[in-house]
């Protein structure tokens, strides 16, 4: 037996970019008998998802209403089955001592006025009225209900099959004290048909908050139920029915708030799986933030940009206040990318891209034992770890910065093959009253990610390399073209482009995609230089007027490597080599007499992120023929080539980041070990 959920939303139907993943059709459940039967849980518009899914179907499945409120039923007028007249549908209903007739509730919804078609004029569909407390056996299968507290009333159903037992309430409400004798005994009667369940599905409709202001409304709350099912013997709670005013980050945080109790529980979402060990992930149908990142990072070429993806899409699904990444370097891990809430802004963040932290694979460290061992980690608190723990927590940073680390999920980075090259670490899911524990669906869908991004950054790693052996090739015959020298250029290119985005209001996807374009193009600056001859090339002298007019062709030879691009990257590439010694005030050069040097903005943004990226980094840096000048010196030689030489708003957004760029030239000084790393 499984439970497929096609509508999860409670009261209406709800749609917009905030209630994706969770859904927004209102409640439908499948029940799949090993047999091939199956059942329906209530009619919800849910159930229009069904009707796309099994068309062609040789005949309907057994209706079972929890009770005829619109949400719970809206979606009959629009079900195929409905109108099938060859196998009549099998419904069976509530039918509560003083409430109308199992038929004059469904008629009413066809009653010619709230749609066309009247109840008369449909096939005859074989009604059974149950009463609440009934048992019936069908297909094999032994249903059981139970009366549950809501307006009108409701029925609960329990479907005992295949090896074991799953419920649904249906609409109910707990009661929030004990002023109500009588509701709080209807209450012990649901929850004892609940004990001893594989899987509840309970109606999670409000916030603790909401529901105090909405008391007699027919619903609960997610943290009631953990109570209620204490020590009832329940495998697995799972919440639906939510508020639609709800978010899906909404959903999340109380869903991860109701995971605090001793019952595991998630939150269900449309078309998800139930089985008896709980939610299975369909990724295709209903992983919107899957398919969200799988389209992001598919045209993403920068280990970056693809960690910032990640980190980004991540920490949403896990309402995560704080992420890392580290990455498999030559044997350690390497701190490849940070986000924090709380600690730093996301654009202050960056400079911690480009620390030069490490630690080894092993068991000492959370991140080192998930490297060495494929294993991912769920820990609800970091500082309540036993004594006997294979692995341990390292609070330096949180006694450095005066931040509390509690929940922490580590999953591994695993590439096709089963080889880890990283491990994502998320911080502190935040729960209403603070940090909670990971869900299980949370993990589940985050690490569905993390497999997601192997292939792309294994990509990027390929790329990185190629554009490092290509600069290799050059470096073999010009002494100034360092592999530090080409990444710090891309590098403080890409955060100069990040600044000048953030100010003029850029959207964050096209940020991050154009980020990580930048950061590969402004590498291959001076590729053109290949073509040059090692006469002028390796001059150790001052250029006379002829040599020099012959280095200027490098820029005209390395756009034509890129002369008939397709790709973003390339035609950027193409923009940067050509116009990289363009200058505002226009006696700029291309290196060629058919082109002129453009000024102004005429030159292409990202040639002149470049030039100044590209100058500054000379200034500071050694060469065999002169010793970098120190910072503050190469920073009034920006200064005062403001307006002339470089962009005046570019040079200023260039200051502010002094940090990062700093930061940046840690990361990638002129070392052995910076010859070869990816990334």
């Known amino acids: 037996m499984e439970i497929k959920v096609w509508g999860s939303r409670g009261s209406m139907p709800i749609s917009g970019p905030e209630f994706v993943c969770h859904g927004g059709e209102t409640t439908c459940l499948e029940v799949r008998l090993n047999s091939g039967e199956s059942f329906l849980l209530d009619a919800g518009t849910g159930i229009s998802a069904y009707d796309r899914a099994t068309a062609g179907r040789s005949k309907n499945p057994v209706l079972c209403l929890t009770h005829p409120h619109l949400d719970h039923v809206q979606g009959l007028p629009f079900f195929s089955g409905t109108y099938n007249a060859k196998t009549p549908l099998q419904i069976y209903g509530p039918e509560f001592p003083d409430g109308p007739s199992l038929e004059n509730s469904l008629s009413r919804l066809f009653d010619g006025v709230l749609m066309p078609v009247k109840w008369e004029s449909l096939p005859r569909h074989e009604l059974h009225p149950v009463k609440p407390g009934e048992k019936l056996e069908l297909f094999g299968a032994r249903l059981e209900t139970c009366p549950t507290l809501h307006p009108g009333g409701c029925m609960a159903w329990k479907i005992s099959a295949d090896g074991w037992t799953f419920a649904f309430t249906g609409d109910h409400e707990i009661p929030l004290d004990d002023s109500a004798p009588q509701k709080n005994e209807a209450n012990e009667r649901l929850m004892r048909f609940l004990s001893g369940c594989d899987i509840v ?392 007499e058919g082109i002129a040097s453009p000024k102004g903005s005429a030159i292409p943004l990202c040639a002149r992120i470049t030039a100044i990226a590209d100058v500054y980094d000379a200034l500071v840096s050694n060469r065999s023929y002169k010793k970098g000048w120190d910072v503050e010196k190469a920073v009034a030689v920006l200064k005062e080539e403001a307006g002339s030489h470089f962009d005046p708003e570019l040079v200023e957004y260039f200051l502010e980041i002094g940090d990062l760029v700093q930061s940046i030239s840690t990361r990638y000084a002129d070392t052995p070990e910076n010859e070869g790393v990816a990334g």
């Open 201 to 592: 599905l309970a109606d999670s409709h409000f916030s603790d908050a909401d529901h105090a202001s909405h008391a007699g409304w027919g619903h609960s709350s997610y943290n009631q139920w953990q109570k209620a099912l204490a020590g009832r013997g329940v495998g697995m709670l799972l919440y639906t029915h939510f508020n639609p005013a709800y978010t899906d980050q909404t959903i999340e945080g109380l869903a991860a708030e109701g995971n605090e109790g001793e019952v595991p529980s998630a939150a269900v979402f449309d078309q998800c799986l139930i089985r008896r060990d709980g939610i299975v992930e369909k990724a295709a149908e209903t992983e919107c933030a899957a398919c969200n990142f799988s389209q992001k990072v598919a045209s993403f070429s920068d280990t970056h940009a693809i960690l910032d993806a990640l980190l980004t899409a991540t920490r949403k699904l896990g309402n995560a206040d704080a992420g890392t990444v580290y990455l498999v370097d030559d044997g350690e891990l390497r701190f490849a990318a940070a986000q924090n809430d709380t600690l730093f802004p996301a654009s202050a963040a960056n400079k911690f891209a480009y620390v030069n932290s490490r630690l080894p694979i092993d068991r000492k460290s959370i991140a080192g034992y998930v490297a060495e061992t494929g294993k991912a980690l769920n820990i609800g608190d970091v500082y309540k770890l036993p004594p006997e723990s294979e692995y341990s927590f390292n609070p330096a940073l949180d006694k450095a910065t005066g931040y509390r680390t509690s929940s922490v999920l580590a999953l591994p980075l695993a590439n096709g093959e089963g080889k880890i090259i990283g491990v994502l670490q998320l911080i502190n899911s935040r729960g209403k009253t603070g940090s909670v524990p990971f869900s299980r669906q949370m993990t589940q869908a985050i690490g569905h990610l993390c497999s997601m991004s192997t292939i792309p950054l294994e990509r990027s790693f390929l790329i990185v390399d190629m554009i490092l052996r290509m600069l290799r090739t050059s470096a073999l015959r010009d002494p100034a073209e360092t592999a530090g020298h080409v990444r710090r250029v891309g590098s403080m290119a890409a955060e100069l482009y990040h600044r000048w985005a953030e100010k003029a209001g850029v959207d964050p996807e096209e940020l991050l995609a154009t980020k990580g374009q930048l950061r590969l193009a402004a590498m291959l600056h001076d590729v053109g230089k290949v073509g040059i001859p090692d006469a002028v090339l390796k001059k150790p002298g001052k250029l006379d007027a002829e040599e020099r007019a012959i280095m200027e062709q490098h820029a005209f030879l390395g756009a034509g490597l890129f002369a008939h691009s397709i790709h973003e990257i390339d035609k950027m590439a193409r923009d940067i080599a050509l116009h990289h010694h363009a200058r505002w005030d226009g006696r700029g050069y291309t290196g060629s």
